[in-house]
């Protein structure tokens, strides 16, 4: 059974500092500076810079904004450097893609990140690496059984899990069942870290989602106005994140009230 608890917080990914004032006037808790058409969307740490500047210039400043490093592969130290740099460029959350590493190879990589993060990023920063769910990566990590793994190798504050390639139209449920899902949030609540979900999720997709326990949820199309057609590539609009957001709480609460029907008054 998933734990009992508040509903999941939604991140939403954003080209810049419009979409990401959307995104938080509609009630999202994250928003990840991206490049939409890119599987690791990494941006320019003026774009981050300018787009953190906007929330706190419209009083937005709760909304905490992360971004991707690791979109090529590189040294220990290179990418060191580069989680140093988006902190300094205004992200509250540094996330890591492991990309055809083995467990050991990540957890190694990861260890001098999150040093860094830790004693030089300021304080309050988040280390979340993100682990793919495609079955030709899944060959060197499994994201389920290793993930957790590789949080409490790290120390880092999370594991998210996602799909490496955006335009194929394949999401992640169709690479895990809710149970799985379940199942890895349980893993991570156990050490008291985060349990983050993304790749290609749907509105109807977070009444499910809502009762296995994940913390974070990440949307881009589902944010999105139209060209419904290209649905990564529309604007993200408020009005549909509201609805989202709104979704997911009522879902969650519906959640703990068939929960809460079942435990004795004297729990």
């Known amino acids: 059974m998933a ?14 500092p419009n979409e990401a004032e959307e995104a938080a ?22 774009n981050l810079w300018s787009t953190k500047g906007r929330l706190v210039s419209e009083r937005l ?6 971004t991707l490093i690791g979109a090529e592969r590189t040294s220990r130290a290179a990418l ?45 920063r988040w280390v979340v690496p993100v682990v ?3 079955r030709d990566l ?17 120390g880092a504050d999370g594991i998210q899990v996602d799909t490496f390639d955006k335009l194929s139209g394949t999401r992640i449920l169709d690479h895990a069942s809710l149970d799985d899902v379940a199942a890895f949030a349980a893993d991570m609540h156990e ?14 997709d977070l009444e499910g989602l809502a009762g296995t326990g994940i913390d974070v949820i990440g949307v881009r199309g589902a944010a999105c106005g139209p060209p419904r057609g290209r649905a990564r590539y529309g604007p993200v609009e408020a009005g549909i994140v509201r609805d989202l957001v709104r979704r997911l ?6 959640e703990r009230g068939e929960v809460l029907q079942g435990v004795p008054n004297s729990w």
């Open 3 to 16: 734990r009992i608890g508040r509903a999941p917080r939604l991140l939403v990914s954003a080209r810049g």
């Open 25 to 46: 006037r509609g009630g999202a808790a994250f928003v990840d500076v991206a490049i939409p058409g890119s599987p690791f969307g990494t941006p320019y740490p003026l």
């Open 61 to 66: 400043a709760h909304l905490r904004v992360s």
């Open 80 to 124: 060191a450097q580069a989680a140093l740099g988006v902190c300094a460029a205004g992200a509250d959350a540094v996330r890591v893609a492991i990309v055809e590493q083995t467990l050991e190879a990540a957890a190694y990589l990861l260890d001098s990140i999150v040093r860094t993060v830790r004693h030089l990023g300021g304080p309050g």
């Open 132 to 134: 793919f769910v495609d």
């Open 138 to 154: 899944r060959r060197f990590f499994d994201p389920w059984q290793d993930g957790p793994e590789l949080a409490r190798r790290s």
């Open 191 to 204: 050490m008291k870290l985060q349990a983050w979900l993304s790749g290609g999720l749907e509105a109807r």
């Open 249 to 254: 709480r009522a879902a969650a609460s519906r």
